[in-house]
């Protein structure tokens, strides 16, 4: 592989790969801080939609019963849960993707991306499923726990290690789903722009220009993957919650027009500008240290399997 001039390290290095994940931990990680007020209103609308049933309404009940404290309740497992995970999505998403395109060379684009985000989201929701449980807990039972010091050993005293990965499969269930749509529509959104829009190689652009691209693929992503993934979203909620044993009680309990409307408009509030954030810092770190902005990797993998 050969080395460029100015980058800190060469793309699909070990080094590359540890540069993807620490830029996905910081750029997941202090977005979903920044939203937790929005992430604790859903969480509620999701699991009392009577009471909270408008997000102006839910802020204003939110502030006058439990204070403006309340709106940052959960915040620790927003950062440190939501950073593991993005760390595990955007690092191995970049190591499969580049697995993937060397293994299966006469498969279509699509097919790679689906399986590469599909990959790396198994691994990270392992890793966010126990920080998401106590989250939920914090969020919607006020005398639960402060947060997670003191959230992770009372909920393992009071359900054992499967308290922390009940919500596992639903978690699947949201997730896999809007990663698969999220990162393809992504990939292919770059490329629409830079080929329809733009008419330039992503070369020829500057940093800036780049990462305005980053930036409105992102949101496009954001926004279908929402759609996709919110009747999961509803019932992690409510199983977290125990307001209902299982999935299928679940789904009967919130109903299926209920498990695609309830709280999207919130969630598409959150959701598109937060993968927008992300994958703008995420960008803008691997810029910043020497590599070209993400999306639109086929031509790199096909050089870097030439020159193997």
Same mark, same amino acid.
């Given at each position: 592989?050969? &080395?460029?001039?100015?980058?800190?390290?060469?793309?699909?290095?070990?080094?590359?790969?540890?540069?993807?994940?620490?830029?996905?931990?910081?750029?997941?990680? %202090?977005?979903?801080?920044?939203?937790?007020?929005?992430?604790?209103?859903?969480?509620?609308?999701?699991?009392?939609? *009577?009471?909270?049933?408008?997000?102006?309404?839910?802020?204003? #009940?939110?502030?006058?019963?439990?204070?403006?404290?309340?709106?940052?309740?959960?915040?620790?497992?927003?950062?440190?849960?939501?950073?593991?995970?993005?760390?595990?999505? !955007?690092?191995?998403?970049?190591?499969?993707? &580049?697995?993937?395109?060397?293994?299966?060379?006469?498969?279509?684009?699509?097919? *790679? !991306?689906?399986?590469?985000?599909?990959?790396?989201?198994?691994?990270?929701?392992? @890793?966010?499923?126990?920080?998401?449980?106590?989250?939920?807990?914090?969020? %919607?039972?006020?005398?639960?726990?402060?947060?997670?010091?003191?959230?992770?050993?009372?909920?393992? @005293?009071?359900?054992?290690?499967?308290?922390?990965?009940?919500?596992?499969?639903?978690?699947?269930?949201?997730?896999?789903?809007?990663?698969?749509?999220?990162?393809?529509?992504?990939?292919?959104?770059?490329?629409? *722009?830079?080929?329809?829009?733009?008419?330039?190689?992503?070369?020829?652009?500057?940093?800036?220009?780049?990462?305005?691209? %980053?930036?409105?693929?992102?949101?496009?992503?954001?926004?279908?993957?929402?759609? *996709?993934?919110?009747?999961?979203?509803? #019932?992690?909620?409510?199983?977290?919650? &125990?307001? @209902?044993?299982?999935?299928?009680?679940?789904?009967?309990?919130?109903?299926?027009?209920?498990?695609?409307?309830?709280?999207?408009?919130?969630?598409? %509030?959150?959701?598109?500008?937060?993968?927008?954030?992300?994958?703008?810092?995420?960008?803008?770190?691997?810029?910043?240290?020497?590599?070209?902005?993400?999306?639109?990797?086929?031509?790199?993998?096909?050089?870097?399997?030439?020159?193997?």
């Amino acid at each position: 592989m050969r &080395k460029v001039e100015g980058r800190l390290c060469e793309e699909f290095s070990p080094a590359y790969y540890g540069l993807c994940t620490v830029g996905g931990m910081l750029s997941a990680g %202090t977005t979903h801080l920044a939203i937790t007020p929005l992430d604790v209103l859903k969480v509620n609308m999701q699991v009392n939609p *009577i009471k909270y049933n408008k997000m102006a309404s839910g802020f204003s #009940i939110l502030w006058k019963e439990q204070g403006p404290s309340s709106l940052w309740r959960g915040w620790s497992g927003k950062l440190f849960g939501y950073g593991v995970q993005g760390g595990c999505r !955007f690092g191995l998403y970049e190591y499969f993707k &580049k697995l993937y395109s060397d293994v299966l060379k006469d498969h279509n684009r699509s097919t *790679i !991306f689906f399986l590469s985000s599909a990959s790396a989201q198994v691994f990270a929701d392992v @890793a966010l499923c126990p920080f998401e449980a106590v989250k939920v807990r914090v969020q %919607t039972q006020p005398y639960f726990s402060k947060g997670l010091v003191d959230g992770f050993p009372k909920l393992y @005293a009071t359900e054992g290690l499967a308290g922390f990965y009940k919500g596992l499969f639903p978690l699947w269930g949201r997730n896999l789903p809007f990663s698969m749509i999220m990162f393809t529509t992504f990939e292919h959104s770059v490329d629409l *722009i830079y080929h329809k829009v733009m008419q330039r190689r992503k070369e020829d652009c500057s940093r800036a220009q780049q990462l305005g691209v %980053t930036c409105l693929a992102a949101y496009a992503a954001g926004a279908v993957g929402t759609v *996709i993934s919110n009747p999961a979203d509803n #019932i992690v909620s409510s199983l977290y919650n &125990k307001k @209902a044993d299982n999935v299928m009680q679940a789904v009967r309990n919130i109903g299926l027009v209920n498990l695609f409307t309830r709280s999207l408009p919130v969630r598409i %509030t959150l959701v598109g500008p937060v993968v927008t954030l992300q994958w703008f810092f995420y960008d803008t770190i691997k810029v910043l240290c020497g590599l070209p902005s993400s999306g639109g990797l086929t031509r790199r993998l096909e050089e870097a399997n030439l020159s193997a």
